[in-house]
């Protein structure tokens, strides 16, 4: 079963401008990742924040997590063309780290 | 340092075959997960080696079973294949006693069921 739901399901984005993808979950959690996926190959790890923050950063890319609302936004700032990909969130949940538990993720287009 | 390498990259089998994929580590990591990646779909989750043993296993059918090795690689093993088999197969890899919620991932390998 799924357990984020992304959204917007696609986005197409000029090269410059922002993007932002949103993920939403059902169950409590430890902490949640973000992941990019080019042309349907491996999974690259991007962040993660746990559950007791609420706002995490790395290089252009900016992580919020709202607990309260089981919600999370992943903000790429100043994208570029090579950002294309598809982008997944995945959760824990509390209690059983062993798994992780996966949306349906953000095609994401940065035309040139 | 070599990331996780999953083989063969693509495979194409008939219904009812059986086939066997396979999946070596992050050098430096003991744990290996498998997920199933249907198109268009996120990663379902199939199960955790750890120890050379199933630790964790999501929703799936008794078709579908791994090994672990010494050397920590695994194989997923689907037997008597379904055209609903069809997807990408993705091993990652991590360490029990280090920060095992961020997983490394192999390139994956393409499985058609014609």
């Not at chain 2, 080696?49 to 059918?61: D, K, L, S, V």
Request: net charge neutral.
């Amino acid at each position: 079963s799924q357990q984020g739901e992304e959204d917007p399901q696609a986005l197409s984005i000029q090269e410059g401008e922002n993007a932002t993808m949103n993920c939403s979950y059902k169950t409590s959690i430890n902490n949640l990742q973000w992941y990019r996926q080019n042309s349907g190959r491996g999974l690259v790890h991007l962040i993660l924040i746990r559950s007791n923050e609420r706002e995490k950063h790395s290089g252009r890319l900016r992580v919020t997590l709202d607990t309260s609302k089981k919600s999370s936004s992943l903000l790429i700032t100043a994208s570029r063309a090579a950002d294309t990909a598809s982008y997944f969130c995945a959760t824990d949940s509390a209690g059983n780290n062993r798994k992780l538990i996966w949306g349906l993720g953000t095609s994401l287009a940065v035309n040139p | 340092d070599a990331g996780v390498t999953q083989s063969p990259t693509h495979l194409i089998k008939t219904r009812g075959q059986q086939v066997t994929l396979r999946c070596s580590p992050k050098s430096g990591h003991d744990t290996v997960s498998w997920y199933q990646q249907a198109l268009g779909q996120g990663p379902q989750f199939i199960f955790q080696y750890y120890e050379e043993e199933e630790r964790q296993r999501g929703n799936f059918p008794d078709r579908f079973s791994g090994h672990q090795f010494p050397n920590y690689s695994s194989e997923l093993n689907v037997n008597a294949l379904l055209l609903g088999d069809s997807a990408l197969y993705l091993c990652a890899s991590s360490h029990q006693a280090g920060p095992k919620e961020k997983l490394f991932f192999g390139s994956g390998t393409q499985l058609s069921v014609l």
